[in-house]
């Protein structure tokens, strides 16, 4: 993809700059609409901290009058219609609750991470590419930091602005959920596709030993899921069983031809053989990884909820969290989230007719209570 970014910039002459930076308000005009406050304050930042690093400041300022009209004009009409229809509720719930108290504050929806959330995140996310894309920024070299001489250089450089702008803006805020980073994506696939482009064509050692490092984890990771009878309870390995072959019998193999790619230095079919395994892996592995996770947890509260929509019972939950997906299989209009410490609700809860109280396993060993149908993860309780 990095081969042909230079020709594509062609279109980015400077007789057609204006229509890119129109385009650039039009669509955060679009994403706050989508996403709220975010959508105006990530494009705006990056805006910001490139005109400086770039020194484009006459630039930026003559498509700025005519970039705020067009992104008001996308952005006014629905705010403003909003504020009249529901004056109070709108500000209250859209503008304090969910934008200025979820960004100070986790208690709206109970989402509290630590700083460095995003961090790991994005280690998972990138995986397996983390093993080049994380030591090649902290060595600094010149494939994490372009010298800013010609259209390509600035591309990769207004990427990695991006994604480090979204990346602050995220960490900062008090309330994390692993879709919010999800923008960073592709302006990281651009950064990834330079350091693997530029490996391929010159070698680099640094890179060479992370992928080492990335075979040896592989072997780990294999090892470990060969024994993962030994340690899993029996009801959650039954389950496991079905993604612990099919990663072993795809992990040996790729281990096996990579390590000798590595040692007769054949970078690009190490590259190749990368995206095939990880193509391989997420096809195969993606429905049984699904199949594993609704069994453990998910499966439970799909099963209480269908309990109580063919009984006609009601539901509550103490300390799970909020639980959207009982409201969709139940069908009904409102389950009562307890999020806190609160054994006099719960023993009014308990005390209902026709009513399920549903608890984490977890937490049953610190209550006065008995499981009345027991589930993997969640179970429904009573006195």
């Known amino acids: 993809m990095v081969s042909y970014l230079p020709v594509d910039l062609n279109i980015c002459l400077h007789i057609n700059k204006k229509y890119f930076w129109w385009l650039t308000y039009i669509f955060t005009g679009l994403a706050v609409m989508a996403k709220g406050i975010p959508g105006f304050v990530i494009p705006a930042v990056t805006i910001l901290v490139s005109t400086i690093i770039f020194k484009t400041y006459r630039e930026t300022l003559r498509y700025?009058?005519?970039?705020i009209f067009l992104f008001l004009?996308?952005?006014l009409p629905w705010h403003i219609l909003m504020l009249k229809t529901y004056p109070d509720l709108f500000f209250k719930e859209y503008i304090y609750k969910?934008?200025?108290l979820r960004f100070l504050g986790s208690e709206v929806i109970h989402r509290s991470q630590p700083w460095y959330f995003y961090l790991l995140t994005l280690l998972w996310g990138l995986f397996p590419h983390s093993f080049l894309l994380?030591?090649?920024?902290?060595?600094?070299?010149?494939f994490a930091k372009p010298i800013i001489t010609d259209n390509y250089s600035k591309l990769l450089a207004l990427n990695l602005i991006t994604v480090l702008v979204t990346l602050l803006f995220f960490s900062v805020s008090k309330t994390k959920l692993i879709t919010y980073i999800l923008p960073v994506y592709p302006f990281i696939s651009i950064l990834t596709a330079d350091i693997w482009n530029k490996f391929i064509k010159n070698g680099d050692k640094v890179i060479k030993k992370s992928l080492f490092v990335m075979e040896l984890?592989?072997?780990l990771v294999a090892a470990a899921l060969?024994?993962?009878?030994?340690?899993?309870p029996l009801f959650i390995?039954?389950?496991f069983i079905s993604v612990q072959l099919i990663s072993i019998v795809l992990i040996v193999p790729f281990v096996v031809f990579n390590i000798w790619f590595i040692q007769q230095n054949k970078r690009f079919e190490i590259f190749i053989s990368i995206i095939l395994f990880i193509s391989l892996l997420s096809g195969f592995l993606t429905p049984f990884i699904y199949k594993f996770d609704y069994s453990f947890g998910q499966s439970d509260l799909m099963k209480f909820a269908k309990l109580a929509k063919e009984n006609n019972y009601t539901i509550s939950t103490y300390k799970t969290g909020k639980k959207y997906s009982l409201l969709y299989y139940s069908n009904l209009k409102h389950v009562d989230f307890q999020i806190d410490d609160d054994l006099m609700w719960l023993d009014k809860e308990l005390d209902k007719q026709n009513h399920l109280v549903i608890t984490r396993n977890k937490d049953i060993g610190n209550l006065s209570v008995k499981i009345k149908i027991k589930g993997t993860k969640y179970s429904v309780i009573e006195k």
Request: net charge positive; aromatic share 12%; hydrophobic share 55%.
């Open 134 to 142: 994380f030591p090649t920024i902290l060595r600094g070299t010149k």
């Open 73 to 75: 004009i996308i952005v």
């Open 226 to 232: 060969c024994f993962a009878g030994l340690v899993l």
């Open 217 to 219: 984890t592989f072997l």
């Open 98 to 100: 969910h934008h200025i």
């Open 64 to 67: 700025l009058l005519v970039g």
């Open 237 to 239: 390995y039954e389950n």
